[in-house]
């Protein structure tokens, strides 16, 4: 079954917005095996969003606009499905009561011009919207379905979950999809495309697709059958097939982040880290500490914007500074050991190199950037050359570091036993 | 003049994706006076993609597609541009010599599947790709124009800035477009809206709409005009008078964030800033040392994610956070004094906090952060409620800090001369 998305306001057509709903309902639709095959932006105009409507639900059987439900002159979205569809609108008694009571209980009056959102498309439900005064509506027909959703993230999201997913599940044919996202790192995209094509490539259910993003590479798996367990086939015999193939470069197969599959990994352990950054200027600790529950391994970090601090805080010494540059192996070296000594930490990162994009030479260019990872086998540095701006250069290293992280961690598994 | 944007590939229907060119090109246009008025998103099919071009060539003069120009069999712009327009497709000879010098220059045979790259649809301009093998194409046709461009961003956006905008100079009626954006900082959507309607609603030209982010808010001012002179003159009316009202709460006229405001200005005076971090984990570093030549303000960070490195890093007695908590007033202020003292700077950052979404009480609820700047006339503590997710609240508390050291910095400049 196909659907297609139509995100209605002005703003989604300036240069300052985008459009992000669609993502979250791509995905819930993705997961009933439903695929998106449109998406419109479309701003605050009569004619251009009814026309807009009536396009889409007359070549696709699923439709859902997000948007223009509010109370002001703007927000045309019910007037135009109303239009679009050759149906009538109507003031809804039960919505009028509902939007004064949600005033009354503020201890404001209800603006006349807010009694637009209680109007209804005859024929439709009403959704609830907890969250908000808009009201969303769902209109069934011969098989067809229009839903309208508020465009707030907050509001949209909790109403589509609890209105509109149970009356999917009836509508759709049981089409079963099975996803699964293999995340790497430390290959490039035609290295991953190397070792992983002469696998998928044997399969036609699942569909295998990569994807490049900075630092990271992804295998995406889509499996079809009329049963989940039938879509889910395919998928668990191909997935632990590519994993081996691929190797210890796969991070994660639930979708978790690299932050989080090593935070994980240093919690499972009773392991905790600390970190001396240069050129990543706190992106590494500000990584760390995004998961929730970091505290229970992340100890602190220092930033070392100038070579005082790297002296002052983590006894750099300037003659080794001196002597090699801010930007250097030693240096690296020494701020993880400094930062793993001073904190007492089981693991300490230290990070400094030429984020650019001034600072770079011909024999330290705008990119080169030093990680050391201090542990309780020693010390490792990794010399690495990052591509791209400053903030691509910036994450590049912060994701090679957490990846040295995670794979010191999976050594010490196969060494020893945790030690709790 | 209207356009409308169509971005091709399936990639941009999945979860995983969205597309960003648009909001590139959406800037240009918009500067020369032209708006867009639609975008579609379809994905890498004959059918779909024919309609989609048919459709948008026959209601809009201008029509930009993105992507689907590479050599593969899903690669299908250049195909159906030709269908949709009843144009036929032929083999370029020039196209052919240059996409083989391409592979020659990198020592490697060309395959015969890129011959693909050579079709030139008939009547089309070629649009020189110096970044990747994939031409673009330009058809000018009654006043109309379609342009066919690459999906990389580094190859679509060299070639529309070279081989489009002059193009389009010529093509465009010289209606001109002023913009301007005030960013503000520390009132709220509602706040703005109070202070600024009452004067904004006296002009038809410039428009202004007001935009909400986290921790910000945003008027847009558009003005409009036969030259440039002329779309500016309302603008500049308008602007000094928007300021005025809202007085010191704008932080930006020309598009710069908070974080490179206060760079500016303490570059400007000599002064340097060191911050400490508890719950923003990093987040306030990160910002600051994201501007390019900030090694000339920012000394250093240190992100203290327990008591003991609050102690041992920046001397916060042990007797203070037991007395009032580590998320407290005193602590904050204990950070911030402590950072500056160590590291010798200007001003010093305290940051304290519940980002949640665990670890919140009734008297310290998720959400509470406590902010301490230490400066030349002394320590000065916010207590700030911010309010959503985790990510939410570490970007408000960032956003309040980086504002409490803007208008220390401007209160400085009222009352002392820079230092230099």
Redesign the interface.
């Known amino acids: 079954m196909n659907a297609e998305i139509i995100a209605v306001g002005s703003?989604?057509?300036?240069?300052?917005?985008?459009?992000?709903n669609?993502?979250?309902l791509?995905?819930h639709l993705?997961g009933m095996g439903v695929?998106?095959?449109?998406?419109?932006?479309?701003?605050d105009?009569r004619a251009?969003l009814t026309e807009?409507i009536a396009?889409a639900w007359n070549r696709s059987p699923m439709v859902i606009t997000i948007g223009g439900l509010g109370p002001t002159e703007d927000d045309l979205t019910r007037e135009c499905a109303a239009r679009a569809l050759g149906r009538s609108l109507m003031k809804e008694a039960s919505l009028v009561e509902s939007i004064e009571s949600r005033f009354r209980a503020r201890g404001m009056h209800m603006p006349e011009i807010n009694l637009r959102q209680a109007l209804r498309i005859d024929g439709a439900a009403i959704l609830d919207n907890p969250k908000g005064t808009a009201p969303g509506q769902w209109i069934e027909q011969g098989g067809k379905v229009l839903m309208l959703l508020p465009g707030p993230p907050r509001e949209l999201e909790p109403m589509f979950l609890a209105a509109c997913l149970p009356r999917l599940r009836e509508l759709v044919p049981k089409a079963a999809l099975a996803t699964r996202?293999l995340r790497i790192v430390g290959l490039t995209e035609s290295a991953v495309e190397q070792l992983a094509a002469p696998i998928y490539t044997q399969y036609t259910n699942p569909i295998t697709?990569i994807?490049a993003a900075p630092g990271e590479v992804?295998l995406?798996l889509k499996g079809f059958g009329e049963s989940m367990g039938a879509a889910e086939a395919g998928v668990s015999e191909l997935l632990p097939r590519l994993e081996q193939a691929i190797g210890e470069s796969v991070f994660s197969i639930d979708g978790a982040s690299l932050e989080e599959v090593v935070g994980r990994e240093l919690h499972a352990r009773h392991a905790s880290i600390a970190?001396a950054?240069s050129c990543?200027?706190?992106?590494?600790?500000?990584r760390?500490?995004?998961i929730?529950?970091?505290?229970n391994y992340?100890?602190?970090?220092?930033?070392?914007?100038?070579n005082?601090?790297k002296s002052?805080?983590l006894n750099v010494s300037s003659e080794l500074i001196e002597a090699h540059g801010a930007v250097s192996s030693s240096v690296a070296e020494a701020m993880a050991e400094g930062v793993r000594r001073?904190?007492g930490a089981t693991y300490g990162v230290g990070i400094t190199g030429i984020?650019?994009?001034?600072g770079g030479t011909v024999e330290k260019p705008v990119g080169l950037v030093f990680i050391a990872l201090a542990g309780p086998r020693g010390t490792a540095v990794l010399e690495k050359h990052c591509y791209g701006e400053?903030?691509l250069v910036r994450w590049q290293a912060t994701q090679s570091a957490l990846d040295m992280v995670r794979r010191a961690i999976a050594k010490e598994r196969h060494l020893a036993a945790p030690r709790s």
């Open positions: 703003e989604l057509l300036t240069p300052h917005r985008s459009d992000t669609s993502l979250f791509t995905a993705n695929d998106v095959v449109y998406k419109t932006i479309v701003g105009d251009r807009t396009l996202v697709t994807l992804q995406h970190v950054e990543t200027g706190g992106l590494l600790a500000e760390i500490t995004k929730s529950g970091s505290s992340f100890l602190g970090g220092v930033v070392c914007y100038s005082a601090w002052k805080w001073r904190s984020a650019g994009p001034a400053r903030e």
